[in-house]
């Protein structure tokens, strides 16, 4: 069994060697463990620190894509690499890397699919009281759109242990952040997660990733709706669909009564014409539903090939 140790960094170069040498070499279970570090796009010395460090591999884009792209390129790598295990853990040493040892049993027991660190966050002196609020938000926005058994406790933890098969059903299309996408697929994919408490320190230097909240409220909170709305099409547009027609009901209905009781439809010529509108565009909505729903299983057969051929090529059958 192999492990491979992902490291989304972007000028991190105070923090990456730290991070990689906390790393444990030797893990019960695994024969072997590797480190790939992305680097996405860093304009100091954060590659030439890695490598000092002891990185295995590193992948270098030539510009700043976002977290997501990054993290989803080293899943793919890591797969490629023939990983059976992959963990990830942020370059900024937040995370205690010694930790990974307890992360993977689950795994490597079979008890579960993906295994989800979660911070403490309420007892966390250090984090400011904005950000815990945010992370409260977050989490809660995820747990709502993926519905599942047990709410997930921490959905913007970067530290994380995901099995072949895992890695194998992810397909991500957020280019911001993987956090809480990975988390929406898992359970829609119905894959097992089990959550253990983690270490989490203050940051050293300011974020990456958080310029501010609003900022990053609003970049993953489209990320959650975009990836709701894929698998729940008619939800949507059934909605949006539903409030309309309904609306241009209830107005058709008014001035039907009063055409009935007058016998003119003056005063209310403007309110028939925007029920009939508010009707017709509900209707359209419901129609597009049903296509959006004919999309949705075409992405589903889709995305069965996209494993197949992934597990193909990590076997090296490719
Ligand atoms: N690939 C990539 N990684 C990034 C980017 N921004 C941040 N990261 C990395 O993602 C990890 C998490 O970023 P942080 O800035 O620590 O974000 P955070 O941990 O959610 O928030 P903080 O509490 O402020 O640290 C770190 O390893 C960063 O180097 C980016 O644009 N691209
Ligand atoms: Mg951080």
Redesign the pocket.
């Known amino acids: 069994m192999k492990l491979v140790v992902t ?6 170069e105070n923090t990456i060697a730290g991070v990689i040498r906390e790393i444990p070499r030797r893990i019960d279970g695994l024969a072997s463990v590797e480190v790939l570090v ?4 860093s304009t100091e010395a954060t590659v030439h620190k890695a490598r000092q460090a002891g990185a295995d591999h590193v992948i270098s ?1 030539t510009n ?4 997501g ?3 989803r390129d080293g899943l793919e790598a890591a797969l490629q690499l023939g990983a059976d295990i992959i963990v990830n853990i ?3 040493g ?1 995370y205690n890397g010694g930790e990974i040892p307890k992360l993977v049993k689950p795994l490597l027991e079979n008890k579960a699919d993906l295994v989800l660190g979660w911070r403490d966050i309420d007892n966390l002196a250090f ?1 400011p009281k904005g ?1 815990k609020i945010g992370n409260k938000l977050a989490t809660w926005l995820t747990n709502i759109a993926s519905g599942g058994k047990a709410p997930i406790k921490d959905a ?1 933890s ?1 530290f994380r242990a995901f099995s072949k098969e895992a890695a194998l059903r992810m397909h991500l299309s957020g280019q911001y952040t993987y ?1 809480q996408e990975t988390l929406m697929e898992a359970r829609y994919k119905g894959l097992r997660i089990e959550q253990l408490p983690i270490e989490f320190r203050p ?1 050293r230097g ?5 310029p501010n909240l609003s900022s990053y409220a609003r970049r993953a909170g489209r990320i959650i709706l975009a990836t709701y709305w894929n698998y729940h099409p008619m939800r949507v547009f059934g909605f949006i669909g539903g409030v309309t027609l309904l609306t241009g009901i209830a107005l058709g209905i008014r001035v039907l009564v009063h055409f009935l009781q007058a016998g003119v439809l003056s005063p209310h010529a403007p309110s028939a014409i925007a029920a009939a509108l508010l009707m017709a565009t509900g209707m359209q909505a419901f129609i597009l539903g049903l296509f959006a729903e004919v999309l949705r299983k075409q992405r589903i057969f889709q995305e069965e090939i996209l494993y197949r051929l992934r597990k193909r090529e990590s076997n090296g059958q490719g």
């Open positions: 490291i989304p960094a972007y000028n991190e992305i680097d996405d796009g884009h700043n894509e976002g977290l792209v990054a993290f942020d370059g900024d937040q984090m950000k913007q970067g956090v940051r300011s974020s990456r990733l958080i």
